[in-house]
């Protein structure tokens, strides 16, 4: 048997709903997803997280203790993922672990996601590859989307355009043309502002298959004001945050209005499917859209997109990758590069001066 190249991948995304983990042997061509494992974030630390995605008192301290959390909580979960497999810490060459983004300001010059990653590497045994967007913002860019490039590894078709659709809480795409560069950027909200909102008025954390939301009407006038948002109409390379499509930023449309709670999610699921649509098509018509990431179980938010783009909006599992899986295996691709000096960034996507190695590395 050839030898194996076995890499762990962690994501924690802006929805802040769970940490997905996935076991990958990078020596397979394409790279082999071999086990997976999902589990809620703690609510203590979920609580702890959503404190830090706005300005509080004592940040630092709160942020260090959040990072420690963090870092133990993924702990079980490398450890319970391997308990799944025949293999043990030993023979994983690296732990790609994104850590939990809690600032993003790249026109300001950084980009934050928290993580003990010495204390990971400590608890679980393993070479943890960590703080993945800082070298690309250093470089000019906007340390974000980094996943096309890992798209056009694993999904490039030689007979198709495809658009690889993530719709995590910020929705991004990649373009994977036939004969031409990859492209790719953050189109907007995905779940997040849903998220916030039934949260708020049903204590759920997400809209479960989009049912409420279609329960609601569409409100045109309030979708219409969203659109206006400057965001949408930038040229990429561009990326987005809680940093800017937050509550507040709900509120202000919402001002003097007195919608049905129902309605305004109906309408945030709108948002999500027309900013994304209009992002797909203003780089041309694909032959098909795959959709991963936790968006891609909001039926509601699949119609819309069926409705809206001229092409089959398909799940990612419709070419065997299950879409809560991607981002987790998107980093254990990037820790790969990393730990074999590989650039990983697109400076076409991210603005960046040029091809830059991603991470940083705390050994075991």
Not at 145 to 150: M, Q
Not at 259 to 283: F, G
């Amino acid at each position: 048997m050839a030898q194996r190249h076995l890499y762990i991948g962690l994501m924690t995304g802006t929805s802040l709903d769970g940490i997905d983990a996935v076991l990958v042997d990078m020596a397979s061509s394409p790279p082999q997803l071999l086990a997976s494992l999902g589990a809620p974030l703690p609510s203590a630390l979920r609580a702890q997280l959503l404190q830090l995605q706005s300005p509080t008192h004592d940040e630092i301290h709160l942020a260090q203790l959040a990072a420690n959390a963090h870092s133990l909580a993924c702990t079980e979960v490398v450890k319970a993922l391997l308990q799944t497999t025949p293999y043990q810490a030993s023979d994983i060459q690296a732990i790609g672990n994104h850590g939990q983004t809690i600032r993003h300001r790249p026109e300001l010059g950084y980009t934050l996601q928290i993580g003990n990653h010495a204390l990971l590497a400590e608890h679980t045994g393993i070479t943890v590859v960590g703080d993945f967007r800082s070298r690309d913002v250093a470089a000019g860019g906007q340390g974000a989307p980094l996943v096309p490039a890992f798209h056009h590894a694993l999904f490039a078709s030689p007979n198709q355009n495809r658009v690889i659709l993530n719709i995590g809480g910020i929705a991004n795409l990649s373009w994977l043309g036939q004969n031409q560069p990859v492209s790719g950027f953050d189109s907007g909200p995905g779940n997040v502002l849903m998220d916030g909102w039934i949260h708020q008025h049903l204590g759920a954390h997400y809209d479960a298959d989009g049912a409420w939301a279609a329960s609601g009407q569409i409100l045109p006038d309030l979708l219409a004001d969203m659109l206006t948002e400057p965001f949408f109409a930038l040229s990429a390379p561009k990326s987005t945050g809680r940093d800017l499509f937050h509550q507040a930023w709900l509120d202000q449309h919402l001002a003097g209005r007195n919608d049905k709670p129902a309605d305004v999610q109906a309408t945030l699921c709108a948002l999500t499917a027309n900013s994304i649509s209009q992002a797909i098509l203003s780089q041309g018509t694909p032959d098909e859209v795959l959709v991963c990431g936790g968006g891609a179980h909001n039926q509601q938010l699949m119609r819309l997109l069926a409705e809206q783009l001229p092409c089959p909006v398909l799940s990612s599992a419709s070419v065997g990758i299950h879409p809560d899986w991607v981002e987790a295996f998107a980093f254990a691709w990037l820790a790969e590069r990393c730990i074999t000096g590989k650039s990983a960034n697109l400076p076409a996507v991210t603005g960046a001066q040029g091809p830059r190695i991603l991470g940083a590395i705390w050994p075991n």
